[in-house]
């Protein structure tokens, strides 16, 4: 079993309100990480967001089958249950919201998103894995007309081409099969992380030789410090960074000397058998008695977790800053 450290934070920014919104839940095989990002208005996208945290993970704790299908049918229940609640009240009308969700299971770890929150693997201080953005630059980018930053920049970033709660169903991007070992690190961050700072300053801060928890808190002061001295208006921020602490996965394969050594026990078995002598019918030898065997194969397991983030949690962060218009996300208009 892995172990892992993880730092959870969400900061409302320069916003009057933070419509993000994380989750986290400790499982007996893995971890599940999940962040969105609300829009669609201050009523609309705050209440989004909570219902895909909570709908996510109660859905995975209820429903069975494979991990992976679990997660996409439990996301896609959020989506239902969001949709319909916008059609259903006048004022929640066009509200929807990002997700992204990390689980890592038995050595193996899970992508599932849908829009611009994005999926970090990060090792040796480079990157192994990244989502790809639901969005109009995304797709530019994919297109090859923009390059990262400049998509970054770009007025336009903040059209995104896929959500939950837009459409009645949705189809979730997977990313499977990723493996990951003893201190590689994970990102799972909104928009209001990535788009303010160079990707190559953000992997730069996140692989520093620092607790995940010193890390997320300099991260967040260091952008709202930047934000405010430029003017303030800067989005809502929530920033899940977890290093695997030790990573335990069974090696099925075999070296020489193992099989020397099974081959060297049922020799040493065979000749046992042969010479074990056979008690007369008229003796009063016992049976020879099987000794259980006692011994207990240990694992530890670590999950230590910063700012009120709990082994299965929902954070919903409150904001005190000065009340600024809210800059929304809207649905990439259809062609």
Sequence with gaps: MSAFSVSIRSNAGGRPENQDCYASKQTTEGLLIIVCDGMGGAAGGKLAAEMACGIVVNQFEKAGGQTADKIVQAIKTANRAIYAKGRAERELQNMGTTIAVLYLEKGQAYFFHLG?????????????????????????????????????????????????????????????????????????????????????????????????????????????????????????????????????????????????????????????????????????????????????????????????TTKDSIGKVASDAPERPAKKKQPKPQQ
């Design 116 to 308: 611009d929150t994005r999926i970090y693997h990060i090792r040796n201080g480079h990157i192994e894995k990244r989502t790809a953005d639901h969005s109009h630059v995304g797709e530019m980018v994919r297109r090859g007309i923009l390059s990262d930053e400049q998509a970054r920049l770009s007025v336009e970033s903040n059209i995104i081409s896929k959500a939950l709660g837009t459409e009645p169903e949705v189809e979730v991007e997977i990313t499977a099969g990723i493996s990951f070992q003893q201190h590689d690190r994970f990102v799972v961050c909104t928009d209001g992380i990535w788009g303010t700072l160079p990707e190559e300053k953000l992997i730069s801060a996140w692989s520093e030789d620092r607790p995940v928890e010193a890390i997320t808190a300099s991260l967040i002061e260091q952008i709202n410090t930047t934000q405010y001295a430029a003017g303030g208006d800067h989005d809502n921020m929530t920033l899940a960074l977890m290093e695997v602490v030790s990573s335990h996965t069974r090696n099925r394969s075999i070296s020489l000397s193992g099989w020397f050594n099974i081959l060297l026990s049922i020799a040493l078995a065979v000749s046992l058998v042969f010479n074990f002598r056979r008690p007369d019918n008229n003796t009063n030898d016992k049976p020879v008695e099987k000794v259980k065997d006692t011994t207990a194969i240990k694992s530890g397991k670590r999950f230590p977790v910063a700012d009120s």
